[in-house]
């Protein structure tokens, strides 16, 4: 059963917000954060300001939303093999389970996938302190266009997707011919 929530102007998904870390502005108006969990400021001992106030209670691996509901998806699932939270990073971005991981990971893509609209990009970040990134692109199973290595401590990478749909060249002239019209 899919939510019923108003996306007026809701052009953007980010899957996992967590503490929104990465966000300029962590209210932007057209996006939709959704995690699955939900803390106070104080839940982490070394930033006290910091919490997690996702708009939706939600479970990455099964968004409950429309296929291509959104134009921009961000996708910075659990990267950490742990059990419950018991160290600094994992309160901030949860924890992968060492069984299911690859399970997790997949399904929670997909269904980042299944939600963005056709020409719609979504950005994935990983971060390898569990798992190498040619792992992980290899359970997801698509190519990113392109991405980039932030060479840290803990490597973290960026990569970036688009949804081109398999389409004839007369659908993509009505498509192109639609946007422009838009404007």
Known sequence: MKTKIDLTNKYILDACCGPKLFWFDKHHLNVLYIDNR???????????????QPDLIVDFRNIPFSDK???LVVFDPPHIFAKGETFRMVKDYGWLNRDSWKDDIKRGFDECWRVLDDFGVLIFKWNEVSVKKNEVLEVIQKKPLFGHPNRSKIPTHWFCFMKIP?????ELKDFKNKNEKEE
């Open 38 to 52: 939900k803390r106070q400021k104080g839940y982490n001992d070394y930033r006290k300001n910091r919490e997690i």
């Open 69 to 71: 509901s959104f134009k």
């Open 166 to 170: 398999n389409i004839t060249k007369k």
